[in-house]
């Protein structure tokens, strides 16, 4: 017999006589002649209870059942006579797989997220996390779907690469060099050595790689990991991250603005409606606000804000914020916060910013100052998404290269697009975890990741 996940169960419309469920106990509670037994399979919030009468060949044994023993039961499921629960299943097999000893890390209490964190096998058996990793789960295949729907193709780039897509510097070396006996040229290690001839790192951006497929297929994402050694211990940032990246040909600014707010909408009522329990329960434990919050982002229209008036407004704005800005200084969390959570009260689209901030790939605007860069700022976040229309101008690309030193013989492929059958394109990255972070209220960016990268941090 096939087992049934208890979130399938759980719908049921009529009564059943053999069912088989596996999954681990939650609780147990004993009387004279028979136990309630709460099993949990991970499928979703909510247990099934299973009743088990000393009728039971091995009733000695099920009385003895620990919280986190592994257990199959067969039985008849029927309407519960119990409060909160519509079906239960009454018992006439119960097999204990593993029994857990008294020692198991987890107590009905509420345990801390620092300390979930520590315990990689048990985080995801917690009410909490058991949700945020269903949510993560439907938000990816929502995601997709969205994209689908829209006759997106979906692109594979690749993890190991040769460039520095945000030219920020914060790669990860990939090699196979012996660092014991390191090969060296002028007192450096020679990456002419190395597995692919030439310096590689972890990818931080598969943004270059899908321009090349926009150009070729029309609309195309990528969604997969991408690394950065930032060093920064923030709630926000991971070294190890998801990023949703779509790249669109015959395409400005403005319909990429479009798509970024679509993208934000469809998978959140998506979740609100597939995953009614997991949502449910963050908006009881984890943010009161939740719902309301989940609401305006998925009703409202976005505002629009071009950078200068966005610092204009952060200037004239009474809050004493921890950095200063002012035109051509990068705005701070604090100050996208500001901007969403107490000017606008709703997403703002930040746009056109100085170019000295900005990336080389980023379109030159006509005052020669600004590009067409895009950030999609949120309520708890601030940027959840960065992108721009992209230069498609051969000689424009090539002098904001020098200007911003990246050498052309990294790129040469990339520049060779621009030379036969250049179009307008653009396209953006929404950060995937900071999306799961929206959703669910969570705070901290290493609790919606099932094994978080922070600096000093790789235990599991
Ligand atoms: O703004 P970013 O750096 O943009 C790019 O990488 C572009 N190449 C994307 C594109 O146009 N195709 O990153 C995009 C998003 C950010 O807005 C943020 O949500 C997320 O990725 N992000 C991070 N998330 C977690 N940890 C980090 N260290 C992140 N760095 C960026
Ligand atoms: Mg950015």
Same mark, same amino acid.
């Given at each position: 017999?096939?087992?049934?996940?208890?979130?399938?169960?759980?719908?049921?419309?009529?009564?059943?006589?053999?069912?088989?469920?596996?999954?681990?106990?939650?609780?147990?509670?004993?009387?004279?002649?028979?136990?309630?037994?709460?099993?949990?399979?991970?499928?979703?919030?909510?247990?099934?209870?299973?009743?088990?009468?000393?009728?039971?060949?091995?009733?000695?044994?099920?009385?003895?059942?620990?919280?986190?023993?592994?257990?199959?039961?067969?039985?008849?499921?029927?309407?519960?006579?119990?409060?909160?629960?519509?079906?239960?299943?009454?018992?006439?097999?119960?097999?204990?797989?593993?029994?857990?000893?008294?020692?198991?890390?987890?107590?009905?209490?509420?345990?801390?997220?620092?300390?979930?964190?520590?315990?990689?096998?048990?985080?995801?058996?917690?009410?909490?996390?058991?949700?945020?990793?269903?949510?993560?789960?439907?938000?990816?295949?929502?995601?997709?779907?969205?994209? $689908?729907?829209?006759?997106?193709?979906?692109?594979?780039? &690749?993890?190991?690469?040769?460039? @520095?897509? %945000? #030219?920020?510097? =914060? *790669?990860?070396?990939?090699?196979?060099?012996?660092?014991?006996?390191?090969?060296?040229?002028?007192?450096?290690?020679?990456?002419?050595?190395?597995?692919?001839?030439?310096?590689?790192?972890?990818?931080?951006?598969?943004?270059?790689?899908?321009?090349?497929?926009?150009?070729?297929?029309?609309?195309?994402?990528?969604?997969?990991?991408?690394?950065?050694?930032?060093?920064?211990?923030?709630? $926000?940032?991971?070294?190890?991250?998801?990023?949703?990246? &779509?790249?669109?040909?015959?395409? @400005?600014? %403005? #319909?990429?603005? =479009? *798509?970024?707010?679509?993208?934000?909408?469809?998978?959140?009522?998506?979740?609100?409606?597939?995953?009614?329990?997991?949502?449910?329960?963050?908006?009881?434990?984890?943010?009161?606000?939740?719902?309301?919050?989940?609401?305006?982002?998925?009703?409202?229209?976005?505002?629009?804000?071009?950078?200068?008036?966005?610092?204009?407004?952060?200037?004239?704005?009474?809050?004493?914020?921890?950095?200063?800005?002012?035109?051509?200084?990068?705005?701070?969390?604090?100050?996208?916060?500001?901007?969403?959570?107490?000017?606008?009260?709703?997403?703002?689209?930040?746009?056109?910013?100085?170019?000295?901030?900005?990336?080389?790939?980023?379109?030159?605007?006509?005052?020669?100052?600004?590009?067409?860069?895009?950030?999609?700022?949120?309520?708890?976040?601030?940027?959840?998404?960065?992108?721009?229309?992209?230069?498609?101008?051969?000689?424009?690309?090539?002098?904001?290269?020098?200007?911003?030193?990246?050498?052309?013989?990294?790129?040469?492929?990339?520049?060779?697009?621009?030379?036969?059958?250049?179009?307008?394109?653009?396209?953006?990255?929404?950060?995937?975890?900071?999306?799961?972070?929206?959703?669910?209220?969570?705070?901290?960016?290493?609790?919606?990741?099932?094994?978080?990268?922070?600096?000093?941090?790789?235990?599991?």
């Amino acid at each position: 017999m096939k087992r049934t996940k208890i979130f399938r169960l759980l719908q049921s419309d009529a009564p059943a006589d053999n069912v088989l469920v596996k999954g681990w106990v939650r609780t147990t509670r004993d009387s004279k002649t028979f136990s309630f037994v709460e099993v949990n399979d991970g499928s979703c919030l909510s247990n099934i209870q299973i009743i088990a009468d000393n009728s039971l060949e091995n009733y000695d044994e099920v009385k003895k059942l620990t919280t986190g023993s592994a257990v199959a039961v067969t039985g008849s499921l029927s309407e519960s006579q119990g409060k909160g629960q519509k079906w239960e299943i009454t018992a006439n097999r119960l097999d204990i797989i593993s029994l857990a000893p008294e020692t198991y890390p987890l107590q009905k209490k509420r345990h801390t997220d620092e300390f979930l964190r520590t315990i990689a096998h048990l985080r995801p058996r917690t009410n909490k996390y058991g949700a945020a990793f269903r949510i993560r789960s439907e938000l990816s295949y929502a995601i997709h779907k969205f994209f $689908r729907d829209r006759d997106f193709r979906y692109l594979h780039t &690749p993890i190991i690469t040769g460039s @520095d897509c %945000e #030219g920020a510097g =914060e *790669l990860f070396r990939v090699t196979s060099l012996d660092f014991d006996g390191l090969p060296k040229k002028e007192g450096k290690p020679d990456d002419s050595k190395d597995f692919f001839g030439k310096a590689a790192n972890l990818t931080v951006s598969g943004q270059l790689s899908a321009e090349m497929f926009a150009l070729a297929l029309g609309d195309v994402y990528t969604f997969g990991p991408t690394f950065r050694a930032e060093n920064s211990n923030t709630r $926000r940032h991971a070294a190890e991250f998801w990023m949703v990246e &779509p790249e669109m040909a015959f395409c @400005d600014l %403005e #319909g990429n603005m =479009e *798509l970024a707010e679509d993208l934000i909408k469809y998978p959140i009522q998506h979740v609100i409606e597939e995953c009614e329990a997991d949502i449910g329960l963050f908006a009881r434990f984890v943010d009161k606000n939740l719902m309301k919050t989940l609401e305006n982002i998925t009703a409202s229209d976005y505002i629009r804000l071009p950078y200068r008036e966005a610092v204009e407004i952060l200037k004239k704005s009474k809050k004493k914020f921890d950095h200063d800005i002012e035109f051509g200084k990068d705005m701070q969390t604090e100050h996208e916060r500001y901007l969403t959570e107490h000017h606008f009260k709703k997403p703002v689209i930040v746009y056109d910013y100085p170019k000295t901030i900005k990336p080389f790939y980023m379109r030159m605007n006509d005052d020669n100052e600004t590009v067409a860069a895009m950030d999609v700022l949120v309520p708890g976040i601030g940027e959840i998404i960065g992108g721009s229309q992209r230069e498609e101008r051969a000689e424009v690309l090539k002098s904001r290269m020098s200007e911003t030193g990246l050498p052309e013989d990294n790129y040469w492929w990339y520049l060779e697009s621009r030379e036969y059958g250049t179009v307008p394109h653009s396209g953006f990255g929404l950060g995937f975890e900071r999306f799961i972070m929206l959703v669910t209220g969570i705070r901290n960016i290493r609790d919606v990741i099932p094994f978080p990268r922070t600096p000093g941090s790789i235990e599991f």
